[in-house]
Nanobody, 120 residues
Framework: QVQLVESGGDLVQPGGSLRLSCAAS????????MGWYRQAPGKERELVAG???????NYADSVKGRFTISRDNAKNTVYLQMSSLKPEDTAVYYC??????????????WGQGTQVTVSS
């Protein structure tokens, strides 16, 4: 069982920056695709950014150019650097670890989330 713990969420003004961290334990971190998802009140959870074990990244269109995902396999940690924050970025941000098998079976693990609020 992979355990994920997010940290770094805070209240920040529009245009500000924030760095989220996700610490993983209990699994082979380097073999997992890591991702950040977010969920606003009344909205469905959506993918914000993902990074493969090889370092390939992908981002939601709404955050491209503003957010950067990275991972440090030696520290079993994934980061989300957020800049130029907007009120619409307000959400609970969740860390995800996933492995997709050739059979299309999928292993998924989730953190409990960290609140990011962008407001004046």
């Amino acid at each position: 069982q992979v355990q994920l713990v997010e940290s770094g969420g805070d209240l920040v003004q529009p245009g500000g920056s924030l760095r989220l961290s996700c610490a993983a334990s209990g699994g082979a971190f380097s073999s997992y695709r890591m991702g950040w998802y977010r969920q606003a009140p009344g909205k469905e959870r959506e993918l914000v950014a993902g990074i493969s074990s090889a370092g390939n990244t992908n981002y939601a269109d709404s955050v491209k150019g503003r957010f950067t995902i990275s991972r440090d396999n030696a520290k079993n940690t994934v980061y989300l650097q957020m800049s130029s924050l907007k009120p619409e970025d307000t959400a609970v941000y969740y860390c995800n670890a996933a492995r997709l098998h050739l059979t299309k079976a999928r292993d998924d693990y989730w953190g409990q989330g960290t609140q990011v609020t962008v407001s004046s």
